[in-house]
């Protein structure tokens, strides 16, 4: 071993790379994409000009943006045979697995966005990739319910294509809700990057492998399904639900979140980087009172929401810990009162995150970033002589 190896558990200490793409400040709560912040960029703009900004540096003009929108509507058919690939699932099989697997499967149909050796190469595995996971990500939903399969319709937007895709049923004509497209709109940008938190860091290490671009998302998109990561949006809804059918005793669970012998975590709560408020919470728990009261929607759920996190943010161990709400305590909310069923909130966080994941993906290629390999301590048995325990 050359020099010295020291251990950061979870990378708490450790830097992986340099980046241009988000600049996050735990102590003072910022989060900017690009250098602009995320309060003026969920007021002011929509998710594709977003997810532009991050993955090619710059907010588009007018035509930029409608090149950006076409060109990833040359790329919204799925190949037919992907659906021999999610009919082999279980309708239970939760949607982050099968997206994971369907992203994955892409390479299979897609193979010259493998390996991108040049721009226009990268441009259309970008392209591919956010026309493609939309329509996946919501035939997790529908294999679920046994509905039948939805194509893109190229002549609607982005979001809106979302709630087409997810609920247009053929016994009827649907129509989304433009107040829950909006709503989407602003919660896929407020999820869309944030620099290398677990599942950019994996979509980067996978990345940095040369595996295809599907390949590293499917691997995003595993990391990110963890209760501890984009699965805690899930996590938040079963803790309320539980918190609100044993009566609404938000001290019984603060209590259980502080016993050391209780593994029970209040989800949504702490962040690695934000030892202050997460802006992204801030925005969120507004527009959940906005998106609830438009809907007419009288949810207890939120309730208990607010009264959990108003004890948390006075009780002792949590402030002495800096834990604050974070970007999943609201986000299940909204989403439920959309009507987007529990177990597809990290399917959500998912096509939020594609275009950060791309952008940072781009980042690290472009870099010409080496294979990440890191070191270890070696603390197993010297060398011992073989003896067969037979
Ligand atoms: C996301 O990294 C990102 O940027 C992620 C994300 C993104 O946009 O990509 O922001 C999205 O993943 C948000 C986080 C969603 N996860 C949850 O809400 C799950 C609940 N939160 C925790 O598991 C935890 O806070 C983490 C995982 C988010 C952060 O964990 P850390 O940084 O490793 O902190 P830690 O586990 O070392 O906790 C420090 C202390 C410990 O107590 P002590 O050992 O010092 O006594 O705080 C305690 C922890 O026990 N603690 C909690 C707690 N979170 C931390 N105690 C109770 N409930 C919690 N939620």
Redesign the pocket.
Known sequence: LTGVITIDP?Y?NSGSCKSEITF?DGELGILRYRGYSIEDLAEKAGFLEVSYLLIFGELPTAQQLEQFENDIKKHTLVNEEMKNIIDGFPKTAHPMGVLSALTSALTAFNPKAVNVENEKEMYEAICKTMAKFLVIATWTYRKSMGYPLNYYDNTKGYVENFMQLMFQLPTGPYKANPIIVDALDKLFIL?A????????STVRMVGSSHAGLFASISAGVSA?WG???????Q??LEMLEEINKDGGDTDKFLAK??D?NDP???????????KNF?P?AKIIKKAANEVLETLGVDDPILEIAKKLEAAALEDE??KS?N?YP????YSGIIYRALGIPTDMFTVM?AIG?LPGWIAQWKEMRENKEPIGRPRQIYTGHPLREFKSNK
């Open positions: 979870g708490k996050l999820h990057d944030h620099e290398q938190n677990c599942s950019t990110l209760p501890l990561h984009g699965g805690a949006n996590a938040v979140a502080k050391k029970f975590r209040l989800m949504g709560f702490g962040h690695r980087v934000y997460d992204r161990y949590f810990r834990l974070n970007v999943d305590f966080f995150r």
